[in-house]
């Protein structure tokens, strides 16, 4: 896909980013309109990154992997108690 | 609890960086973790190598991605002592691992934790409060666009895939948000700092929670 092609072919054609930014615009105009009225809500607009599409900005910039981590209980309060 | 608090107004976190096109948001996150602990014991707050941790960091793979626990785990297991950023520049791509004596100062950690703070966010902010600024991950995709406001919206707990540090939160307004740093610089989002909604697991910001010891 685009962010495998983003990943080796390196600089970037005017057209690609263009075409990116063109669809940057287009998705802070949908995430701005679904709550418009909501106090403090986030604002989404051009910045660093809107020249890039998601998937190449996911393909850099997104790179945390995850495993399960134990559910919280109160063993964190003990497991404080034990250390030095 | 307050109704709000930030490590910064302490004076114990340390300056947004840039992680550039590099994908080692988890070494930015736990390094910063680790320079707050260390602040908060009062030594003082001082940047400390990224790229360190980068090239060195086994069962990670520097900036084509890596995971916080198995960051933690290594300067756990290991006992390195992370160097200060001067010494050990960052340089936004991957590197062969640089050893210095065990004479050399710096920085180690004596144990983290690693929760699962989902529905128990208050529990959270009280582990916050306890040990410092928290190492998150959540899913960032939507943060692409994100200029600043409370994030609550287009962000699910689905796909974990970023690395963050969260120092405070604020319960002041209608919305209480987590205060979270990012490392895509001070341009970025509230002078490089995202606020996320509260309560309900907004991004997942609750789902990989870990804290650092010194």
Known sequence: GRSAAFARTGPRSREQQAAAFRESLNRHRYLNSLFPSENSTAVYGINQFSYLFPEEFKAVYLKSETSRFPKYSADLQTFISKLP | LPLRFDWRDKHVVTQVRNQQMCGGCWAFSVVGAVESAYAIKGKPLE???????????????????????????????TQVKLVRDSEYPFKAQNGLCLYFADTHSGFSIKGYSAHDFSDQEDEMAKALLTFGPLVGIVDAVSWQDYLGGIIQHHCSSGEANHAIIITGFDKTGSTPYWIVR?????????????????????????????????
């Open chain 2, 182 to 214: 990012n490392s895509w610089g001070s341009s970025w989002g509230v002078d490089g700092y995202a606020h996320v909604k509260m309560g309900d697991n907004t991004c997942g910001i609750a789902d990989f929670v870990s804290a650092v010891f010194v």
């Open chain 2, 47 to 77: 940047d400390l190598s990224v790229q360190q941790v980068i090239d060195c960091s086994y069962n990670n793979y520097g900036c084509n991605g890596g995971s916080t626990l198995n960051a933690l785990n290594w300067l756990n297991k």
